[in-house]
């Protein structure tokens, strides 16, 4: 599976570039993830709880931080297998500055799956992925967001899906 | 048929007599066998195409409560042998039941939980850890072929599982004469049979008598015995292998699986009962496909359209391992690809390749929907290129009818045929010249109809036992007992295996006939090797013609014996005796008659012993055909591709088939309706599909096109009937006929409906996605 896309954050490079660098907030951010711990330099840990189409299970694997430039660039190395099948590839960031109070986020990445969760998802494994991607970004948002203003962002599942929506909504009536 | 006697049920439309029970709910399958202390199986799946195991921890499913055992391939290692393969191959691989050390498809077994039952059994599963080290995956057969292509199996270097090359009369003088050489490739993709009711096994050991009952959803319970008994090294008298009812086996039931192994290995180790059943998407993961053929086809032609000889390269996909037929399909293809034309000269290479897929092997029609997809490809293609009739040009390079009984070049010999008939009458059903009018003129308003024609052949009645592999169990041959109760009421034992083929009700017709009774006097019994004497079982089309046979010999036996008796106690002689409405009367004049009931009770009751003849009614034929039987027909079909949208819509669908004589017209019908139905699938919606890293993305049956009724035509059905020299019956078989005329069809009307753009050929399934891009590329260019 390939994954590619951009995303503005509101928030000028080095915000963006401290967030994505903090698993402690991360970890609050992406859905689904139950537990992220610090394995080493630029190595992370954890669980994470995903259900796609009718394969739901918990998920356990590594996230490798390499060819890090601060405050643009890193690649991500993951390996992660759950009961319901595997996950391995790798990917790009990149944050590119949008005047002084925004950022582009660009990622790119291609992510091997197997087991039954391609078995029974592939047909969904696209839009689910791209459904998690928005969620974290609009979780990112709202913290960024939060941050700018000296105030701390809730963040949870529930609401980061509403967020989600809530973008989705706006990006129809940007577009029209 | 016995002189004088008139045919009551033979060639009438008899309902099926299997029916009531199955529709009822009252048939007995694999999984409605409940024994008590009954265990689960549930194996573990690799969902690696290609991956080392580094070690596998099954401590903690072990432990968990109502888990009774977890195996995995080392607790196998030495004690059971490698699975079989029958057909020839120079390149076997080692095929454990359970993987050790590699995984080499998705979906091979790697441990195997029993427990209480299913659920605790896959909770077990959860608790396995695996560690596996992914290898690289090669899926492409042809990619496969490259050298620095990943190897699958070490000790063979590369990938090539077995290279054989076929020639026969002067194919290099045909290249050399003829006017041109049509070229083209033509891919028969990967199919999963599909079956309504998946495969499963339930095996019993009985300790104290050391006997072995195994149940197993199959389609040769007497072969699955044999290569049972080697595989547990157990004797054959002390295994009893059962096919309750099989809900489909469409050829990926004959075989040896590894969980039939295990689930008979378990039962024996656990000394309990151990069921498995396997699901949907093991079923289109692990059992055996169909077709993953790759074929380059050289035609050399005159200008007139006669076609000189024909020259194939094949590549055959055989997936990770070899199962039991997987190297004989392809053969199948190469011997029968010349169809049913005059082709004086043939070659054919076959290159069978390992790929990170699960094996294919015998799906309906087993190589030959294969080679009539090259005969009648290639008869297209010369009309294309000679711009003539594409009717006309099947026509012309027909084997005439006087050439039969015709030796054909790969040397196979047609019995009996006569080609011409069943192309007029689906010509005529069509009204040929008047849909090629509409056609026509439909073009000049973007309206894009085309016309399809197949003249099939086929090989049926497998057969001639030095035609099966050398090595395998079981042969050619097929066996029936006959057997008059002493209220003259008949049972029948027969060796084949029916699943769906309808001989409970073919065969019990032509035994009413023969001895004239009612057909419910007569009761079919089959697929139990403590019952039935030992059979080949149901595939190849062979039921009704070998099996059929088989029970003619032990009918006549019987009508011999009891006509002895019935000549003392009428004190006629016996060649003036005839079978007739429950008596045994004199041909001659059928008043003067006795009972049936009446020599019965002679035999049995024994009270005046006739010298020389033992008491009892029960007598056995086994029956070892001469030759094969070779079906023919037309199908034709009128379809309307939607140039917008891609869409195919069928107009209209006709068969002809010739399968010799009819026993059941109603029972030839279905076979031919689903037969049809599968090779429609094949040219329009199905296809397995692997990913690039060997993830299957067809693993349910929201993701495998298996048709639905909308989604096909209404058949109109017709048949000319030349009778089989081979078998005293006259019949040829027809239980794959549908299958291996329609996908060629089909194709054949989708492409002339694209003439119009050019389009010259497109790979199956011709799904709307892919007819639409096709035109769309046609119309920039």
Redesign the interface.
């Known amino acids: 599976m390939k994954l590619q896309g951009e995303q503005i954050l509101p928030g000028n490079r080095d915000r963006v570039w401290a967030l994505f660098n903090d698993p402690e907030r991360l970890s609050r951010l992406v859905p689904g993830l139950e537990k992220l711990e610090i394995l080493g330099p630029n190595e992370f840990g954890g669980t994470m709880n995903v259900g796609i189409a009718a394969v739901k299970g918990v998920y356990t694997g590594k996230l490798k931080l390499e060819d890090i430039k601060a405050p643009e660039h890193y690649k991500m190395v993951v390996d992660g297998k759950g009961?319901q099948?595997?996950m391995?590839g790798s990917g790009t960031l990149d944050l590119v500055a949008k005047g002084s109070t925004e950022t582009i986020v660009k990622y790119a990445g291609d992510v091997?799956?197997?087991?039954?969760i391609?078995?029974?998802g592939?047909?969904v494994i696209d839009s689910a992925a791209k459904m998690l991607m928005g969620q974290f970004f609009a979780a990112a948002g709202a913290e960024l967001k939060a941050e700018a203003a000296g105030t701390v962002a809730r963040q949870g599942v529930t609401i980061n899906f509403f967020r989600w929506i809530m973008n989705l909504i706006r990006g129809l009536f940007r577009r029209s | 048929m016995a002189a004088g006697i008139v045919p009551k049920f033979v060639g009438s439309r008899v309902k099926r007599r299997e029916d009531p029970r199955l529709i009822s709910g009252n048939g007995t399958y694999v999984d409605d066998i409940k024994l008590p202390g009954m265990l689960a199986a549930v194996m573990l799946r690799s969902?690696?195409?290609h991956a080392k195991i580094n070690s596998i921890d099954v401590e903690a499913a072990k432990k968990l409560p109502g888990v009774v055992a977890v195996l995995t391939g080392e607790d196998i290692r030495g004690k059971l042998p490698t699975l079989i393969t029958a057909a020839p191959a120079q390149n076997v691989p080692y095929h454990p039941a359970l993987a050790q050390d590699r995984v080499r498809f998705?979906g091979e077994a790697v441990a195997v939980a029993v427990a209480i039952d299913q659920y605790t059994a896959q909770d077990a599963l959860?608790l396995i850890e695996v560690d596996y080290d992914?290898l690289p995956v090669i899926t492409d057969p042809e990619k496969a072929l490259e050298a620095d292509a990943p190897v699958i199996h070490e000790q063979f270097g590369n990938n090539i599982s077995t290279r054989a090359e076929v020639k026969s009369g002067e194919i290099d003088r045909a290249m050399r004469e003829a006017d041109r050489i049509i070229k083209f490739r033509l891919v028969n993709q990967r199919l999963a049979p599909v079956p309504m009711e998946p495969r499963g096994a339930v095996a019993q050991w009985n300790p104290g008598s050391e006997y072995l009952t195994l149940w197993s959803s199959t389609q040769g319970p007497h072969l699955l015995r044999s290569y049972l008994a080697e595989v547990l090294k157990l004797p054959e008298h002390r295994m009893r292998v059962i096919a309750p009812e099989v809900g489909g086996g469409f050829g990926c039931k004959l075989n040896v699986y590894a969980e039939e192994v295990m689930t008979a290995y378990l039962a024996m180790l656990l000394n309990k009962p151990v069921k498995w059943i396997e699901r949907r998407?093991e079923n289109l993961?692990t059992t055996t496909h169909g077709r993953d053929l790759i074929t380059y086809i050289e035609a050399p032609v005159k200008n007139d359209g006669t076609i000189l000889g024909l020259k194939a390269r094949f590549i055959c996909d055989m997936g990770a391992y070899l199962q039991l037929l997987t190297p004989m399909v392809p053969g199948f293809a190469g011997m029968m690809m010349t169809g049913c034309y005059k082709v004086p000269a043939m070659a054919f290479e076959q290159l069978m390749v390992f790929t990170n897929k699960m094996a294919p092997d015998a799906y309906r029609g087993a190589g030959r929907p294969e080679a009539c997809f090259i005969a009648e490809r290639t008869m297209d293609m010369i009309a294309l290129e000679l711009n003539l009739d594409p009717a006309e040009i099947r026509r012309k390079n027909f084997i005439p009818k006087e050439a039969f009984p015709a030796q054909i070049a790969s040397g196979l010999i047609y019995d009996s045929g006569d080609y011409e008939p069943a192309l007029d009458l689906a010509l005529k059903h069509i009204d040929y010249p008047k849909v090629r009018a509409e056609q026509a003129e439909g073009r000049k308003h973007g309206r894009y109809i085309g016309i399809g024609i197949c003249s099939y052949v086929e090989i049926c009645g497998i057969g001639p036992s030095p035609m099966l592999p050398p090595s395998m169990k079981g042969g050619g041959w097929e066996s029936a007992t006959i057997r008059m109760e002493p209220d003259s009421k008949v049972t029948v034992l027969t060796g084949v295996s029916p699943h769906g083929q309808g001989q409970e009700t073919s065969f019990a017709q032509l035994v009413a006939d023969e001895l004239g009774i009612g057909i419910d006097d007569v009761t079919v019994v089959h697929g139990d090797t403590a019952i039935v004497q030992y059979g080949t079982g149901t595939f190849g089309s062979r039921g009704t013609s070998v099996g059929g046979a088989a029970l003619m010999m032990a009918v006549q036996k019987l009508q011999a014996k009891m006509k002895k008796i019935a000549s003392t106690m009428m004190e006629v002689p016996p060649d003036q005796l005839t079978f007739n409405n429950g008596t045994i009367a004199m041909a001659s004049d059928l008043t003067k008659s006795i009972p049936l009931q009446r020599v019965v009770d002679a035999s049995y009751g024994h009270k005046h012993p006739i010298p020389g003849i033992e008491p009892g009614l029960n007598e056995a034929g086994f029956y070892e055909p001469t030759a094969c039987t070779f079906p023919f027909g037309t199908h034709a079909c009128v379809v309307e591709v939607d140039a917008d949208t891609g869409v195919v819509k069928f107009l209209r669908y006709v068969a002809v088939d010739d399968c010799g004589r009819i026993i059941n017209p109603l029972l030839v019908e279905g076979q031919v309706h689903g037969g049809i139905a599968q090779g429609i699938a094949q040219a329009l919606y199905e296809e397995v599909i692997y990913?690039e890293?060997g993830?299957?993305?067809t693993?349910?049956l929201?993701?495998y096109a298996v048709p639905k009724a909308e989604m096909l035509p209404h058949y109109e059905l017709d048949s000319t009937v030349t009778p089989s020299p081979i078998n005293p019956l006259g019949v040829k078989g027809v239980g794959e006929a549908g299958t291996i005329g329609s996908t060629p069809c089909v194709v054949s009307g989708v492409l002339d409906a694209l003439k119009p753009f050019g389009i010259k050929n497109l790979d199956m399934p011709l799904k709307p996605e892919k007819i639409w891009r096709a035109i769309q590329a046609a119309r920039k260019a």
């Open positions: 009961k099948g595997f391995r091997q799956l197997g087991g039954p391609v078995q029974v592939q047909r | 969902p690696y195409g998705v959860d992914p998407r993961a990913d890293n993830q299957l993305l693993a349910t929201m993701d």
